[in-house]
Nanobody, 127 residues
């Protein structure tokens, strides 16, 4: 069974930074696209970024491009999301999930193409 555990969420001031981690188990880490998503209260789940663990290709939503950076550590089966320049609207629960769809589909960051969702980690940005 594929499982993800996210960590690193916290309360941070506007303009601050956080680094989220997602550790995977139950999968061959090199065969997936791993994505980061978030969901704020009353809003739909939003795709933020993804990484191909086989070749390192990355994708970003326009809302986070230039502020967030995704990376992975295959040896430790971890995916990271470095978040800089945080804004109040970044407040949400952040999740990671995996996709086996082709890159052109997975990189569109639709939650419908991802599965094995973790429990999430809360990020709160206060002014």
């Amino acid at each position: 069974e594929v499982q993800f555990v996210e960590s690193g969420g916290n309360l941070v001031q506007t303009g601050g930074s956080l680094r989220l981690s997602c550790v995977a188990s139950g999968l061959n880490f090199d065969d997936y696209t791993i994505g980061w998503f978030r969901q704020a209260p009353g809003k739909e789940r939003e795709g933020l970024s993804c990484i191909s663990t086989s070749d390192g290709d990355t994708c970003y939503a326009d809302s986070v491009k230039g502020r967030f950076t995704i990376s992975s550590d295959g040896a430790r089966k971890k995916v990271f999301l470095q978040m800089n320049g945080l804004k109040r609207e970044d407040t949400a629960i952040y999740y990671c999930a995996s996709s086996t769809r082709p890159w052109r589909i997975a990189s569109a960051l639709s939650p419908a193409n991802y599965g094995s969702w973790g429990q999430g980690t809360q990020v709160t940005v206060a002014s």
